[in-house]
């Protein structure tokens, strides 16, 4: 993951488009692309959203809306310094203890 | 990542939450959560919010969104079995091709 | 909807708002809204998504969500001078030529 | 507006399209729409963002992203008996309230 950041900053940094990777626009790309993968997925029902890579094409869809997704993510913690593994890391640790497992803790004895 | 993510699958196991996390409802959730990230930002100038890590408060909003985004694409991507980082790197490869670096190939010359 | 146009113009025209009403950012805080409106519905089946007013609680959460939308449409539409209702309406036109009714023309005989 | 209102649910019926118009399936639409619209701004200034209309092509994606969140939001409001001017009529008193103008009760002296 971070050889692929390095290679998105490169990537920026070699045609200039630093100056529009604000923080505020990168977020809003990263709205925009999440839109999209939502759009694959709207007037289909909750079966045929399970099944949407058996078709080839579709299957392309999710798989480059998806890599837009996570390149816009990776950019925008970038230029803010945010370490998005440890924030993923440190959020599970609190949500274990907000929503214990039913089995944890034996709470029904 | 790969070890996030199966952090992620056990805890919606643990909780019976498999039945809401179709992709279709993953797809919603992520999109969601970048429309809080974008939030954050939706009245700041560029300048301000390349100066939002430095408020605490703010810090800490962006950090947590930035785990639910992240969290929300990897539980969709392990549901449909897609692989984020290879799809990402797939688009770079693309992308270099069709956005030539100015300094590549010596174009000016 | 001319009145309540007025209104939120003269409401923000009070307090100072109108540099952050920019369409870029009145863009962002719609869709920001319209994603609060997804959230209602991110876990729940499509039937029960059909009974959402049913519960006084998710009704005035529905109707908060609307307003806020219809808000921010609206000032957006008025700080670039468009009418939303003509851009309806053309749209309306041209999509009853792109895609004609079944029964319309007697398509089938 | 409802009669625009009504022409969309005539065109959703005569396309027998009431089954994809769930509560759920709108309000995504609605978000996907909006996203759009947020596109057409997204690495803009916010000085260039207020030019957006002199621009024939662009002044045109504007308004058909407008028609499409506008539409979005009546059919949603259709298919829930919600209304649309009255929520938000209701949300300016609130906010009337909430936010107090500046000159309002000659906070001041």
Known sequence: M??????????????DWG???????LAAALSVEAGELVEIFQ??????????M???ESAARVED???DVLAY???FCDVLG?????????KIDRNE??????GNGHSME
Not at 2 to 15: K, M, S
Not at 19 to 25: A, F, I, R
């Open 73 to 75: 993510l990776l950019q």
């Open 65 to 67: 809306e998806v890599a």
């Open 97 to 102: 203890k907000r929503f214990p497992a039913p």
């Open 54 to 56: 058996a078709d080839r």
């Open 43 to 52: 007037w289909l029902t909750p079966e045929e959203s399970a099944r949407v």
């Open 82 to 90: 945010v370490d998005a593994l440890a924030a993923l890391a440190a």
């Open 19 to 25: 100056q529009y990777h604000t923080p505020k626009n």
């Open 2 to 15: 971070a050889a692929l950041q390095r290679r998105l900053a490169e990537f920026a940094v070699a045609r």
